[in-house]
């Protein structure tokens, strides 16, 4: 016999099934995950030795838990993953508000039912799915809201009292009970709202509009909270810290591998988009070290931090500002190109939170100075290193390249070129072909005239080379060649 085809009291006796706190079922859920080598948060990555671990520890020693991290650094997303630590099916005293326990009613509703009915009390069940409570903190939540009130339209519609507990109308702490209740952006809560869940996570009262309730709920707490609102517009009050168990630091992505996997789990791209563009390796791991620039610029507010959505939502902008340009150009399939990455600037401007000297600048102009950034740190890793200062006669790599655009006059490469002529352009510059060669032997056939471009915007970034942008496309030249020449 199933558990959930139970559906009175006395049977649920009989079937031996024996009733659990939530902590003690993530608990047990847990043990068994780790035991059998099953990873409980799939599709996190980057956190296997520091987040995971910890939001582990938590849940076996029973802890309510503080999540505390910028923007984008998957709180939530951990939050709603507990849920799959949960027994699939529990029962519940049916017509309950609560979801009371049939083997524990803390309602007047349940024990009244339970006196009246004995065993026969109607019984059903809740799906883990269903156990999982969400509220976002704002100024303008009330006791009311998270806690309960005196409804007075109950109290006439069952000629009662206000005297009676039986008016009171459940917020959405007591009607969560035995499922993982989450407050996103802890600190944006009043503080007398925080004082009123002191009770609840501690001794299990709560108390409404003069009703001393001994409501023992039975709940996971998960607070999630970003360190800057420690400083501009709320904090966490010191008792209901103490009353969290376990406070746990989540962090952005440390390597460019972890937040390209990522980047590709999140996008919103569609089969058509993959199967009809090709992104080369290099073109990945350009959008993600922007990321990393934006994290480390002097640009942007640090505290504010820079959300994961921002490389998923460049990603997004990448391909579709490839696709634009084959739907254009009439062809079915392309390449990313480096001067796609224009396409990327809308995505950067908006999850950037700019300090003075950026505001000053211009989102654009501080967009713009992250991918420059981001070139002139990969560079090196792809090709060898520009020095700043060289001997006057010392040969360098480039020196082919150089003189090759001293020789000519610029080199125009338009963003509308179909993809035989993009590619036919920059096989004109023949020193570009040796350097490919060379430094990269083992390149993907796809990958050389985005590797290509890749050396011109690299040695614009060590002034080798200048560029110039204008509305059809851009210009590369020496940058003191038509000087030279005007003399």
Not at 266 to 294: C, M, R, T, W
Request: charge should be negative; glycine fraction near 6%; charged fraction near 30%.
């Amino acid at each position: 016999m199933e558990m959930n085809s139970i559906n009175t009291l006395g049977e649920l006796k009989k079937s031996g099934y024996q009733s659990k706190s939530i902590k003690d079922e993530l608990r047990d859920n847990l043990i068994g995950n780790i035991k059998n080598k099953v990873n409980s948060f799939e599709g996190i990555h980057g956190y296997q030795h520091t987040v995971i671990p910890e939001l582990e520890r938590a849940i076996l020693s029973r802890h309510n838990i503080n999540l505390l991290g910028l923007r984008g650094q998957a709180k939530t997303r951990l939050a709603r993953m507990m849920v799959n630590l949960l027994d699939e099916y529990v029962p519940y005293v049916e017509g309950s508000e609560i979801n009371d326990d049939p083997f524990n009613p803390i309602s007047r509703y349940a024990l009244e039912l339970i006196k009246e009915k004995g065993d026969k009390t109607p019984i059903a069940w809740l799906h883990r799915s269903e156990r999982f409570a969400e509220k976002l903190a704002t100024p303008d939540v009330t006791v009311a809201d998270i806690i309960g009130d005196v409804d007075p339209i109950k109290a006439a519609n069952l000629k009662l009292s206000y005297a009676d507990d039986r008016v009171i109308h459940y917020g959405m702490i007591p009607r969560a009970n035995r499922c993982i209740f989450v407050i996103n952006e802890l600190p944006d809560l009043q503080a007398r709202i925080q004082v009123a869940l002191f009770n609840i996570l501690q001794e299990g009262d709560i108390q409404i509009r003069g009703f001393k309730l001994r409501l023992p709920l039975d709940m996971q707490f998960v607070f999630t909270a970003n360190p800057e609102d420690y400083t501009n517009r709320g904090s966490i009050v010191t008792p209901l810290k103490d009353r969290i168990g376990s406070q746990i630091l989540t962090h952005y992505p440390e390597t460019i591998e972890t937040a390209r996997i990522i980047t590709a789990q999140e996008a919103n791209s569609g089969k058509d988009q993959k199967d009809h563009i090709y992104v080369p390796d290099l073109a990945k791991d350009l959008l993600e070290q922007i990321s990393f620039e934006a994290r480390e610029s002097e640009f942007i507010d640090v505290k504010s931090g820079v959300s994961a959505r921002m490389s998923i939502t460049a990603y997004e902008n990448l391909l579709s500002t490839a696709e634009r340009r084959a739907l254009l150009a009439g062809e079915a399939d392309t390449t990313v190109r480096l001067s796609d990455f224009v396409g990327v600037i809308p995505s950067i401007t908006g999850k950037v939170e700019l300090v003075y000297e950026g505001e000053q600048e211009g989102a654009d102009f501080v967009a713009q100075t992250l991918m420059d950034n981001a070139i002139k740190t990969l560079f090196p890793q792809y090709f060898p290193k520009i020095e700043k200062l060289q001997k006057q006669d010392e040969e360098t790599p480039y020196d082919d390249l150089i003189s090759w655009f001293f020789n000519n006059d610029g080199f125009q490469l338009l963003d509308d070129y179909d993809d035989a002529t993009y590619k036919a352009k920059l096989d004109e510059i023949a020193p570009l072909d040796e350097l490919v060669k060379e430094y990269q032997p083992d390149i993907d056939e796809r990958d050389i005239h985005f590797e290509k471009e890749f050396i011109l915007w690299g040695l614009v970034q060590f002034k080798k080379l200048s560029k110039y942008r204008y509305s059809e496309g851009m210009k590369f030249q020496d940058p003191y060649g038509s000087f030279i020449k005007g003399i």
